[in-house]
Nanobody, 121 residues
Framework: QVQLVESGGGLVQAGGSLRLSCAAS????????MGWFRQAPGKEREFVGR??????????YYADSVKGRFTISRDNAKNTLFLQMNSLKPEDTAVYYC????????????WGRGTQVTVSS
C-alpha cells in the first residue's frame, strides 16, 4: 500500500504561482510513476502531468493546457512529488490530486484526497 497526502493549495491571483507537494509513504519503492490530476466543479477529472519515480532522473509528461507553465519534480529522499504552477489562470481553479501506480500504463492505484487551488481574476 501507498499513502499520498497533498498540500500547498490556496487562493492566488491570476498570473501568480503556487507549489503543491505530495508526500508518499508506505511501499514507495514499488511505485513506477506519480501523476497530478485536477477536477474543476462540474467537470471530469483531467490529467495534468506525471513523472517517473525510480528512474535516475525523472521523465515528465504534461497536458497541453499546462505545458510551459507547470513543472513536476521529485525528491526521492523525502518521498515527495512537487507541482510548481506558474502563470496561473482562473481556468486552473480545481481540486488537485496526486496519484501513484505500479505500472507505466493503465489506471492509477493510489490517490490522495486532494488540495484546492483557486485562481482569482
Amino acid at each position: 500500500q501507498v499513502q499520498l497526502v497533498e498540500s500547498g493549495g490556496g487562493l492566488v491571483q491570476a498570473g501568480g504561482s503556487l507549489r503543491l507537494s505530495c508526500a508518499a509513504s508506505g511501499r514507495t519503492f514499488s511505485i513506477y510513476d506519480m501523476g497530478w490530476f485536477r477536477q474543476a466543479p462540474g467537470k471530469e477529472r483531467e490529467f495534468v502531468g506525471r513523472a517517473t519515480w525510480m528512474t535516475t532522473s525523472a521523465v515528465t509528461y504534461y497536458a497541453d493546457s499546462v505545458k510551459g507553465r507547470f513543472t513536476i519534480s521529485r525528491d526521492n529522499a523525502k518521498n515527495t512529488l512537487f507541482l510548481q504552477m506558474n502563470s496561473l489562470k482562473p481556468e486552473d481553479t480545481a481540486v488537485y490530486y496526486c496519484a501513484a501506480r505500479h505500472r507505466n500504463h493503465g489506471q492509477y492505484d493510489y490517490w490522495g484526497r486532494g488540495t484546492q487551488v483557486t485562481v482569482s481574476s
